[in-house]
C-alpha cells in the first residue's frame, strides 16, 4: 500500500451498531475515529430488521430503520468522521490500513473491525433469480402479500418458526421445511409451530431448486428420512423465505487474523486478535448473543482496549478520557 494516505487514531470497518459504538467511544476517550461502511447509509444489519425492538433498552417499539437514524444522527452531533459508500476491497491488518475502492489508503493507529454477518444462502438455482419476486428477506415486511397463498419457510432456528407463526396470523398457508429432525428454535416458538393445526412441518427435508415464469411458482424439495431412500418432490408455493442464520463477512482479512472453522474472528474478552494493534468486535465475532445489547458493549469495549494499547505503545498516558 502506498504512504499517500489518511491517517487516524482509531480507523473502523463497518458501519453497523458495534462499529458506531466504537466510533463513538473512540472520540469520548479523546482519539480521532474514522468509521468506513461500505453501503449508501450507516446501520448494517439493522436496515433490514423490520421486526420491533424490544430487547434494546432505549430504543422500544422502534424498527431497524429507525434505530440506524438515530445513530446516524449520534455521530453527526458528536462530528466524528464517517464516509459511507466506502467498500474496502483490500486490507493489510499488520499496517492497519485499507484500501477503498481499490484507490484511496486509510490507516489508524488503531484498526477495528466491524465486519458484521450477512444472510446466509444455499445457492440453488432460482434464489438470486426470484429475490423481490418470490424470494423474500422478511416475513414482517411481506407477510400481508402472501393472504390466501402457499409459502415455504426455510430453517430451524428462532427466526424460521418466528416467521411461520408471523405468516399464519397473516393468512398465508405455511409449510416449514428444515435438514434435519431437531430444531434449535426455542421452545417458546418451536413448541407452538410443532403444534401448530395450520402449520405442516417436513423434516429431513432440503430445497435444492425454486421455480416459476416470471414470479416463484414452485419449489422442488428432496426429502430423505432416515432409512428411508430419498425423493424429490414439487411443491407449489408462491413465496418462498430463507430463514438460515448468518455468516460472517470477514473474507477481507482471512489469513490475516485468526479465524474459527466458520470464518468468525477470534478474540480475547476485549477484542483483541491474533495481530497487535487490531480489534474486533459484532457479529464478525460470533457473539454469545447476537443483539443491539451486546453490539453496543463489543464496539465501547474494543474502542477503550485500544485506547489502552495505543498509550502504552507511546509509552505515556494519552490525553482523553480514560476510564478505569
Not at 79 to 94: E, H, K, L, M, S
Not at 160 to 188: K, N, Y
Request: charged letters at 20%.
Amino acid at each position: 500500500m502506498t504512504n499517500d494516505r489518511d491517517q487516524s487514531d482509531l480507523l473502523i470497518v463497518g458501519g453497523g451498531p458495534a462499529g458506531i459504538a466504537a466510533a463513538l467511544w473512540g472520540k469520548r476517550l479523546g482519539l480521532n475515529p474514522l468509521l468506513l461502511e461500505a453501503g449508501p447509509q450507516l446501520g448494517g444489519q439493522l436496515l433490514r430488521s423490520y421486526n420491533r425492538s424490544v430487547d434494546c433498552p432505549g430504543f422500544y417499539g422502534l424498527v431497524g430503520a429507525d434505530i440506524a437514524e438515530r445513530l446516524t444522527t449520534h455521530l453527526l452531533r458528536e462530528g466524528i468522521r464517517f464516509q459511507v459508500n466506502a467498500p474496502v476491497t483490500q486490507a493489510d491488518c499488520a499496517a492497519r490500513a485499507v484500501i477503498v475502492r481499490g484507490e484511496a489508503t486509510f490507516s489508524g493507529r488503531a484498526l477495528v473491525l466491524a465486519l458484521g454477518a450477512r444472510k446466509r444462502r444455499l445457492g440453488i438455482p432460482g434464489e438470486r433469480e426470484f429475490a423481490g419476486r418470490g424470494v423474500s428477506a422478511s416475513a414482517t415486511r411481506d407477510k400481508e402479500k402472501y393472504r390466501g397463498q402457499e409459502v415455504i419457510i426455510v430453517g430451524g432456528g428462532d427466526g424460521a418458526f418466528e416467521e411461520a407463526l408471523m405468516l399464519d396470523e397473516a393468512g398465508a398457508r405455511v409449510t416449514l421445511a428444515h435438514r434435519s429432525g431437531t430444531f434449535r428454535a426455542r421452545p417458546l416458538y418451536r413448541d407452538r409451530v410443532l403444534t401448530h393445526p395450520r402449520i405442516r412441518v417436513m423434516t429431513h427435508t432440503r430445497l435444492v431448486a425454486i421455480e416459476g415464469e416470471t414470479a416463484v411458482e414452485r419449489v422442488r424439495l428432496e426429502v430423505a428420512p432416515p432409512g428411508e431412500a430419498c425423493r424429490q418432490i414439487a411443491l407449489p408455493v408462491t413465496g418462498v423465505f430463507l430463514a438460515l442464520g448468518v455468516t460472517a463477512s470477514t473474507e477481507l482479512v482471512a489469513g490475516q487474523v485468526d479465524c474459527d472453522a466458520d470464518g468468525y474472528i477470534l478474540t480475547d474478552r476485549f477484542g483483541a486478535t491474533s495481530c497487535p494493534g487490531v480489534w474486533a468486535c459484532g457479529d464478525a465475532t460470533r457473539p454469545l448473543l447476537s443483539s443491539l445489547s451486546t453490539a453496543f458493549g463489543d464496539g465501547a469495549t474494543a474502542a477503550k482496549a485500544a485506547f489502552d494499547w495505543l498509550a502504552s505503545q507511546s509509552g505515556s498516558a494519552l490525553t482523553g478520557l480514560c476510564l478505569s
